[in-house]
């Protein structure tokens, strides 16, 4: 099993719509997760890290289930400025990125 | 507070010539990572370095591939004898301990 998978998508949705991303990982003693975005062609930038007890910016939502081994990360009201790729982090103990889960929002 | 740091931004090599990249972590951050990413793929860990220390390269390729974090200056991965399949983004990224990672621009790596 890989150390930390995602659903490579892509995901196609449209303007306004709520869109729902997981991360699943592999380590059970893991206690660092982020969410990165990427934009084509440019680094990675961080997004949002994600707590225990789950967090909210704006749009954005990030949910951690330790039981299950998985984090989330939720979007509001999408807008097409949302497209991107999106990576998961986890420490395993060090740092591992996902593969990424590709979302187009349409107008 | 200048960011990560990378040059060249875009190198382009000859089959059989050496590469070298070079990476200036953000003030303050004594952990280096550095990542290639092909074309439509994701990010591929490569290796994990601190000041002096090569950490984990559990993601480099066994031959051509070294890489050095010097107690003064940059951080350089050095790629010997490059073929057309190293063609791609490289990736440095720096932290403060295991925390998030900030990245560099990144240097795209043309082979001919």
């Known amino acids: 099993r890989k150390e930390v998978e995602q659903d490579p998508g892509p995901f196609n949705v449209p303007e306004g719509a709520t869109v729902a991303f997981n991360c699943t990982y592999s380590?059970?003693?893991?206690?660092?997760f982020f969410w990165y975005r990427q934009d084509c062609r440019k680094e990675p930038k961080l997004l949002m890290s994600?707590?225990?007890s789950g967090n909210e910016d704006g749009r954005f939502t990030a949910q951690l289930n330790r039981a299950s081994q998985y984090i989330s990360l939720l979007i509001r009201d999408s807008k097409l400025s949302d497209s991107a790729t999106y990576l998961c982090?986890?420490?395993?103990?060090?740092?591992?990125f996902g593969a990424g889960t590709r979302l187009t929002v349409k107008p | 507070n200048a960011g990560v740091m990378q040059n060249p931004r875009h190198l382009v090599r000859r089959r059989g010539q050496e590469a070298r990249l070079r990476c200036s972590p953000m003030?303050?951050?004594?952990?280096v990572y550095w990542y290639r990413q092909l074309p439509e793929e994701g990010l591929k860990f490569m290796v994990y370095?601190?000041?002096?220390?090569?950490?984990?390269e559990s993601g480099m390729p066994k031959e051509r591939f070294s890489a050095e974090f010097p107690k003064e200056g940059p951080s350089i991965l050095r790629i010997q004898q490059v073929v057309r399949g190293d063609s791609a983004a490289y990736f440095c990224a720096s932290s403060r301990g295991n925390n998030e990672q900030f990245f560099g621009p990144g240097t795209r790596l043309t082979v001919l």
């Open positions: 380590n059970s003693a893991s206690q660092s």
């Open positions: 003030k303050g951050h004594s952990h």
């Open positions: 994600v707590y225990s």
């Open positions: 982090v986890v420490n395993t103990p060090d740092m591992r």
């Open positions: 370095l601190q000041k002096e220390n090569i950490i984990d």
